[in-house]
């Protein structure tokens, strides 16, 4: 089994902060993607890295991939309430044409006004 | 991307009885997959709904529990039987339109309450 940790668990900040969400694995993974998830819906994919050391910046979100392709982060700037909600990282198996995806414990942001 | 959709989005069932859950995506697709996410949890792979042959079901889930068809590339039925509390969750559908990448794309979910 392929676990990713997420951490940390729950986070409630003020709107305006900056927050760092982490994805840790002992396992290496082929691909990772970020997901938000809020009430009611179901995951919104945000971003796919692929590349060990890739960084992708999506508006205030920036998303990076570790170089050895085991662990991930997920860095807000200047959070706003519409950045509340279920944060999921889901790793892709290091087996080419296997489509599983493994996902995070989750992170529950929630941004205060 | 894709848009998919899943009836009911919503039911509340007596324990003992079956529960059969539509996703219906809007253009053809290899890979469909079923979730369950229980209250504020993160999401577990039940099982891949190949078109075309039976399920592949992950540890911990199976056939007569969680009964899956594909009869075509763009619908899938999951359907959960003889449901008890336990099996009170959210109940999702995710695809991947292209066989050789992961991401995946999720429909709204089935939150279904067992009394």
């Known amino acids: 089994t392929q676990l990713l940790e997420q951490s940390p668990q729950f986070l409630s900040i003020q709107e305006g902060e900056n927050l760092t969400v982490y994805c840790n694995s002992s396992?290496?993974?082929?691909?990772l993607q970020w997901y938000r998830q809020e009430p009611g819906e179901g995951p919104v994919l945000l971003v796919t890295v692929v590349t060990g050391g890739e960084v992708k910046k999506l508006k205030r979100l920036t998303f990076q991939f570790g170089d050895a392709r085991k662990d991930s982060s997920l860095h807000i700037t200047a959070a706003q309430p519409g950045d509340t909600g279920l944060y999921l990282c889901?790793?892709?198996?290091?087996?080419?044409?296997?489509?599983?995806?493994?996902f995070g414990t989750g992170t529950r942001l929630t941004v205060i006004p | 991307s894709a848009v998919i959709s899943q009836k009911p989005s919503r039911d509340i069932c007596q324990r003992g009885t079956s529960l059969t859950i539509q996703c219906q995506v809007d253009s053809q697709v290899t890979m469909m997959f079923w979730y369950r996410q229980q209250p504020g949890q993160s999401l577990t792979l039940i099982a891949t709904?190949?078109?075309?042959?039976?399920?592949?079901?992950e540890s911990g889930f199976v056939i007569d529990k969680f009964p899956i068809s594909r009869p075509n590339l763009t619908f899938s039925t999951l359907t959960v039987s003889n449901m008890s509390p336990e099996d009170s969750s959210i109940y999702l559908c995710?695809?991947?339109?292209?066989?050789?990448?992961?991401?995946?794309?999720f429909g709204p979910g089935t939150r279904l309450l067992v009394l």
């Open positions: 995710s695809v991947t339109p292209d066989r050789l990448r992961e991401t995946q794309y």
């Open positions: 889901a790793g892709g198996p290091h087996q080419t044409g296997a489509n599983n995806l493994f």
């Open positions: 709904a190949n078109q075309g042959s039976e399920a592949t079901y």
């Open positions: 396992s290496v993974f082929s691909s």
